[in-house]
């Protein structure tokens, strides 16, 4: 639960973080598109160009300019009709319209491209008057338009007099078709959107089983911790417990026999050098999980740890009547911490010595394979299932508890041999079959002057 709750965060974090950017990247892209089509409108909206006006009551040249405070009308003309066409936009701008618009909303001249009802154009009068902002919107017969207003100044040149007739009162409105440009828009949101749910979704998946993957090395590091602590315990409290049966008899028996108390304290005595055993194993442990050894540091000579190794369990091996032997030539320099290495040797024939039949014989081999060494330890014992050689390196794995416990075993011997090995750069793997013995095989890489073989120097 903890570590489920812990993926949780991470994933939570991580979506959180590639949400916020995936929607900032895309609303930049969407405001990026929409104000290019706006902007592209506009300057089709804006394009100059004098339109054609004329004025009741008599010829007069003119020009018409765009103002952008009205000015009111002060001159003899007022109350004149003015008609013509207005402003047009852009000839390539699209399907479009322009109104000449007096202040009233009434239309006063219209100058189409496209064939719409009156009422469309008036209702489009009515929304250019009603509102005094520009840059908008308006929809007509199912079509959305984008419109711009301007106020119209009229200039009137008769000979040298010069008379203002119209300003202010007259707007002059133009539609732009911007149906397509807003569906496309439109159809942007949606793609975005989609790619935002499908990025999302994805990032989902692939964001749990990284996290999966990145939580479970702890999960496991986290379970074999409370197997070990769980073993380790189960382990010290069964000496403690016989301990302190066999002395509870002791010391409640007044008149117990000398020689039974004497095979109560024997057994006291080997319950206790087996947990001392066991202690010495766990802290062998501990001290290998804290401290790995660096592949490829050291030099261990082969031969002569063999020979140290025999030399130790000869007393082991003759209670069993079990022949011994060292076969190996020159003498041969592994790469890697001597002592761990010492030990795993130690405990690889140690556990042959155990597992030996009575009378049988264990094989110790040194050679040269290729750019490694190779220690073979081999006994002629009851051997293994292939079931128990898939958990035979595991700690306090017995593949015979009973046995191991008569013979002093704790079930870290292997483990501890594999971890040696292996944390100098070299494997450790078993070969057996029932009724056919074990042979352990240790590779490691060979010492070169401060390297392993094959490595910078």
Not at 132 to 141: A, F, G, I, K, P
Not at 152 to 158: A, H, L, P, Q, S
Not at 207 to 215: E, Q, T, V
Request: aromatic share 8%; proline share 3%; no cysteine.
């Amino acid at each position: 639960m903890m570590f489920k709750k812990t993926r949780n965060r991470i994933m939570l974090l991580n979506m959180v973080m590639v949400s916020t950017v995936v929607i900032i990247a895309f609303a930049v892209i969407f405001i990026s598109a929409y104000t290019q089509e706006r902007t592209a409108n506009n300057a089709k909206l804006n394009y100059d160009m004098i339109p054609q006006i004329t004025v009741a009551g008599g010829p007069f040249m003119y020009e018409v300019h765009e103002v952008l405070e009205p000015i009111h009308i002060e001159t003899a003309f007022e109350g004149s009709r003015v008609s013509g066409f207005a402003r047009r936009i852009m000839p390539d701008a699209g399907l479009s319209f322009s109104l000449l618009v007096d202040s009233e909303g009434n239309l006063v001249e219209i100058n189409s491209m496209v064939d719409l009802p009156e009422t469309a154009y008036k209702q489009a009068a009515f929304e250019a008057v009603k509102t005094s902002s520009r840059d908008l919107t308006v929809t007509l017969e199912g079509r959305t338009w984008q419109y711009v207003t301007s106020p119209v100044v009229v200039e009137f040149k008769e000979s040298s007099n010069i008379a203002f007739l119209v300003s202010g009162a007259y707007n002059d409105v133009r539609f732009l078709d911007v149906t397509d440009s807003y569906r496309m828009l439109w159809s942007l949101a949606l793609t975005l959107t989609g790619l935002t749910v499908v990025i999302l979704a994805a990032f989902y998946f692939i964001s749990r089983f990284f996290a999966n993957r990145a939580i479970r090395p702890m999960e496991d590091a986290f379970d074999k911790q409370s197997r070990f602590v769980a073993d380790a315990s189960h382990e010290l409290k069964t000496p403690l417990s016989t301990i302190k049966l066999l002395l509870q008899n002791v010391l409640m028996d007044d008149g117990m026999d000398r020689d039974l108390q004497k095979e109560f304290l024997s057994d006291a005595d080997s319950e206790i050098d087996r947990m001392t055993a066991l202690v010495g194993d766990l802290l062998t442990i501990v001290q290998g999980d804290s401290a790995p050894s660096a592949p490829g540091r050291g030099k261990a000579k082969l031969k002569t740890i063999a020979d140290e190794t025999l030399r130790r369990l000869i007393p082991h091996a003759l209670k069993k009547n079990i022949a011994m032997s060292l076969v190996v030539g020159e003498e041969i320099e592994a790469a890697g911490d001597a002592a761990r290495i010492a030990q795993a040797l130690f405990n690889l024939v140690d556990n042959a010595v155990k597992y030996a039949d009575e009378g049988g014989e264990v094989t110790v081999t040194v050679a040269r394979a290729g750019k490694m060494a190779r220690v073979t330890v081999t006994d002629d014992g009851a051997g293994i299932s292939e079931e128990d050689q898939a958990r035979i390196f595991d700690r306090f794995y017995r593949v015979d508890k009973a046995r191991s416990r008569n013979t002093g075993g704790t079930g870290l011997g292997l483990s501890i041999a594999r971890d040696a090995i292996v944390s100098g750069g070299g494997t450790l793997s078993v070969k057996s079959s029932p009724g056919a013995g074990s042979e352990f095989t240790a590779l490691l890489p060979l010492y070169a002057g401060g390297a392993a073989e094959g490595e910078p120097q």
